[in-house]
């Protein structure tokens, strides 16, 4: 199962981190899964985090990409601006900013202004509405003191290159959580859109292997 940055349908029901995640492992239970690795993304991070803590039993693996335990100066004041702009009404600026924050800087010098801008007009139209709710939940979230609680296999993938959370948050969870693995993708925060083979090749070859 996969826990991604956009699963803003589960961010509308509610901003409480439990409860989200009581919501994940009943979405496992309506496909009939007893046991399952999970894969949080961003702020799919913390939420896949409690869930493992919370349901050791069934949570088997944990892969964690480009997240973090708890904001840092640099996530809340990029989290505030999300939301400002967001509530300015102007998609396309929004869209500009989150384009600067997910892509690397390799990324957007490769990226033709053409190309560029038709992209960031593209994002603008499928801002969703749970926005407010998704960066007011950056912004509080904080689950440092279920770190050494995690009993399972984890991977860390760290994006090196990321604007967004910095790799010193993805550092801290490798740290942190017993018996972690850290691994580094020299991306900005989208490694599936950057380096998609690379990141895929990392969880694949963790799960084959992963005693979980």
Known sequence: MRVEDSDFSLLRMTCNCIEVAVCLVAAADAEGLDT???AGFSLGGPIAIRAAVRHPRRVKALILTATFAHRDARLDLAARLWGELYESGDRERLAAFLS???FSSEALEATPPDALQAGIEALSAIIPPGTPEHVELVRRIDVREDLR???VPTLVISTAEDPLVSPSLHRYLAEHIPGARLATLQTGHLPFAERP????????DFLATSSG
């Open 149 to 151: 609680h995690i009993a």
């Open 100 to 102: 600067l924050v997910a």
């Open 197 to 204: 083979a690379e990141w895929l090749g990392l969880i694949t």
């Open 36 to 38: 399952f690795a999970l």
